[in-house]
């Protein structure tokens, strides 16, 4: 059954971020369709999993593919973001990170080395804080 799903995809587009998010999305839109007078949401999500689906065993690679593209594009600036702050996040176990008090640039110091005195490289000014 699989080899045959399997050749039956060959040749079709499947599974990239645009439709990650109308998958998403449609998520949500069916958990909002719970609530009264969610009708509207109903339709929106089941609308967004049949574009979804459409674009997954489209033949016509080209043009999802300049689909994807296009939405990559537009969320190129959300998605940079996400990064960043997910990066931050993962480096707050080993280091403190503070902010200068003239020119608001962060600066990032190693935990555990008391209290320090820490330049800023953008300023040269220089505050003493914990680590």
Known sequence: MREKLQRWMIGRYGYD?????????????????????????????????IYAYFRMFSRNISKRSLENQWFLKKTMRIRGLWGKKKREMGQLRQYHIYRCPDCRQKIRVPRGRGRIAITCRRCGKEFIKKS
């Open 17 to 49: 971020d645009l439709n990650k998010c109308l998958m998403v999305s449609a998520l949500i839109c069916m958990v909002l369709s719970l609530f009264p007078r969610g009708h509207v949401f109903y339709v929106l999500a089941g609308a967004a999993m």
